[in-house]
């Protein structure tokens, strides 16, 4: 038996270029779809629920697609042909979205649009977990990282750069999407495709059988003793019964939960919680009835389980996760409107003011992603010498203070400070927690936990968009500027919560 082999720094490069073309495209929807909508006549207080669709498919897809690249084996490899198909159509979403001529079909597209990119990115995550050995994730995770901050950057400032340097219309009639957004979502379909085509057909991945091999050598030596394998016993203990009784439990609160809303006029969108507890327990109570006719090989099974049985470290970082995607969420649904009304005293998005303030809104978006690349390669310096956990809570401490401070700054020129330090709390987000939970599962469950860990990325996402727009309308008079506090506050919270996570020897 033998380790599985260091990765050279081109090797590490290539399997990543991937990931830059995917989240170019990302940041061109997080930077663009709340002008869109408001260019389309959405209200503030519809962007976050609009917004609704992005976290959903992300709960629906990920955990599928995780548990179906875990099974595959072909031609391409196995986590290959999900990069390869969710590329072409996440290609073709961005190619279409900019044309949305109502706002129904731009939101319907949002759902199109992020399925596509949940597709192609998931597996991205086990893909490092796969290919490299335990002493250069961290490495693998920040390169990562470093490609999300390249690709993000020039993306985010896209239609900036369309109007000041080629010219590009910024301003159209009411209703019509600018050609500076226009263009840029064209570009960004086209880089897209070319990035993950690069990583397909220049990495090659490891066999099953491979994998096994590698995984029984570590353990022999001890480097993957901590990873944390399920035995019969364990799942042995996830009954039917059990799933049952939960199911009851969660399916009475969901129903309760909505007749209260019903009864008291609450707000539509709070049914989207409710019923979320409710769909649980249904789905608990579905597997519960397959378990008990001996069906235990299905997805909905497997996952299910998995679900009940995720590692310690799992369970600490998921509070984590919980506070540090509420307030990035509600980053990417405020900032636009926060930053023309707020900052350029413009509400009207046909306005020459509000596009000019719209722009400077992705400026600051690249100047995040700008400063992502160098905290990436401060966290792959680092993580292993001074601690995953340490630089992590560090990094989101200065990304609270930074959203915060946005209610401070007056000067829009000085919000490039207060975004440079939300840039540390991303590179933070988008590598520490994946290093930390790749150490604690199982080679042959790496795209299944990393399936279910978006749970914990797109719940908190779920509450954002059906609590923060009803806050913000009926507290602050629909001001999206207390958006952004919102997400400072939890994001140190998200920091202090970091003191309770286990974290592995450095290797």
């Not at 050279?8 to 929807?29: A, D, R």
């Not at 019969?232 to 009954?239: C, G, P, Q, S």
């Amino acid at each position: 038996m033998t380790q599985k082999p260091a990765l050279s720094f081109w090797q590490i490069w290539n399997m990543c270029i991937g990931f830059m073309g995917i989240q170019f495209g990302f940041e061109l929807q997080v930077s663009n779809v709340s002008r869109i909508f408001q260019t389309l006549g959405a209200n503030i207080d519809e962007i976050a629920i609009l917004w609704v669709a992005a976290p959903l498919t992300g709960l629906i897809v990920q955990p599928i697609i995780g548990y179906m690249s875990d099974k595959t084996w072909t031609r391409l490899g196995r986590r290959r042909p999900y990069f390869f198909y969710g590329a072409i159509l996440s290609t073709l979403a961005l190619l279409i979205m900019p044309n949305s001529p109502t706002l129904w079909i731009a939101a319907g597209m949002l759902w199109i649009m992020d399925a596509s990119f949940n597709i192609a990115m998931e597996p991205f995550r086990a893909f490092v977990g796969d290919m490299l050995p335990n002493r250069q994730r961290s490495l693998g995770y920040a390169m990562q990282t470093f490609f999300i901050g390249t690709g993000a950057s020039v993306a985010a400032a896209l239609p900036w750069i369309m109007t000041n340097m080629f010219g590009v219309a910024n301003e159209a009639d009411p209703g019509i999407i600018p050609d500076s957004v226009v263009y840029a979502f064209y570009t960004g379909g086209i880089f897209l495709l070319i990035c993950v085509l690069w990583t397909v057909f220049t990495t090659k991945e490891y066999a099953p059988e491979e994998l096994e091999a590698f995984n029984k050598a570590e353990q022999a030596i001890g480097e993957a003793a901590a990873a944390h394998t399920q035995s019969d016993e364990e799942r042995a203990l996830i009954t039917p019964q059990r799933h049952k009784s939960g199911g009851l439990l969660w399916l009475i609160v969901g129903a309760a939960a909505s007749l209260l809303i019903y009864m008291t006029d609450g707000s539509y969108r709070l049914h989207i919680l409710s019923g979320g507890v409710a769909v649980f327990g249904l789905l608990r109570l579905i597997v519960s009835a397959s378990k008990a006719k001996g069906k235990t090989t299905s997805a909905i099974v497997e996952i299910t389980d998995d679900l009940m049985l995720m590692p310690t470290v799992m369970k600490q970082l998921a509070v984590v996760q919980f506070f540090s995607w509420f307030a990035m969420f509600a980053m990417w649904s405020f900032t636009t409107p926060a930053v023309t009304a707020f900052h350029f005293g413009a509400l009207d998005p046909s306005s020459e003011l509000y596009n000019t303030g719209a722009n400077w809104a992705g400026v600051l978006n690249s100047v995040r992603n700008i400063v992502t690349i160098g905290a990436a390669i401060f966290i792959a310096l680092c993580a292993n010498r001074i601690g995953r956990r340490k630089i992590h809570m560090l990094n989101l401490t200065l990304g609270g203070i930074g959203l915060a401070s946005f209610y401070l700054v007056t000067d829009p020129d000085w919000l490039v400070v207060s975004m440079g330090l939300v840039g540390f709390g991303w590179a933070s987000i988008l590598s520490i927690p994946y290093s930390l939970l790749s150490s604690a599962v199982a080679h042959h469950k790496m795209g299944i936990y990393m399936g279910i860990f978006n749970f914990f990325i797109v719940i908190p996402q779920i509450v954002a968009s059906t609590t923060l727009g009803l806050l913000v309308s009926e507290l602050f008079a629909g001001q999206a500027i207390y958006g952004l506090v919102f997400a400072g506050g939890s994001m140190i919270i998200a920091a202090l919560a970091t003191l309770n996570v286990a974290e592995p020897e450095a290797e």
